[in-house]
Structures are given as structure tokens and as C-alpha cells.
């Protein structure tokens, strides 16, 4: 959000540029095209083409980390289903214990 003193601010300097209204149409459009492009500069705004840029790669980061979340729940459900397969194979059977 603009605050209201950046508004005000960007006003006033616009009303002193139109002041001199006896120079060329030219000139009063520079100065007002340097007076928003300042205050814009002052906002931090980002061009559309960066933003879209910037949502790109935030798409992409998105599918690999969704890619990624998939491949370590298959890594742990392999390493669970190997760790339950051992288990069962080192715990001894009420059969083991009497045939010893």
C-alpha cells in the first residue's frame, strides 16, 4: 500500500511542475515523468516481466520440491518396509526357542 505522505508528497512536487506552466508541453511532461518515476523508484516495485520471471521459478521450485516429497516418502517407505522385513526375520519364533 502507498501511504498517504508519499501521495501527498508526489502531488505537491506534480503541482510545482504544472506551476510553470508557460514552458513547453514537453518539458511539463518530463518533469512529471521524473517526479512519478521517482516516487515509483522510492516504492520498490518490481516490472511485470520480473514478477512473472519470479513466478516462473517459483513454479518450477514448487514441482521439484512436490517431486522430491514424493521420492523421499517412496525412499522411506522402502526403508521401512526393508526394516520390517528384517525384523521379522531376526525375531525368534515360540518354534526357535523350543528347538534350542
Excluded at 22 to 45: M, N, W, Y
Amino acid at each position: 500500500m502507498v501511504s498517504q505522505d508519499r501521495i501527498s508528497r508526489l502531488a505537491q512536487q506534480i503541482g510545482e511542475r504544472l506551476q510553470g506552466a508557460s514552458q513547453a508541453p514537453e518539458e511539463i511532461q518530463k518533469g512529471v515523468q521524473q517526479v512519478v518515476r521517482g516516487a515509483f523508484d522510492r516504492l520498490e516495485l518490481v516490472s511485470r516481466e520480473d514478477f512473472d520471471i519470479l513466478m516462473d521459478v517459483l513454479q518450477r521450485t514448487r514441482a521439484r520440491v512436490e517431486a522430491l516429497e514424493k521420492q523421499v516418502a517412496s525412499l522411506e517407505a522402502a526403508v521401512e518396509a526393508r526394516n520390517g522385513s528384517a525384523t521379522e526375520a531376526e525375531t525368534p519364533t515360540d518354534t526357535d526357542i523350543e528347538t534350542r
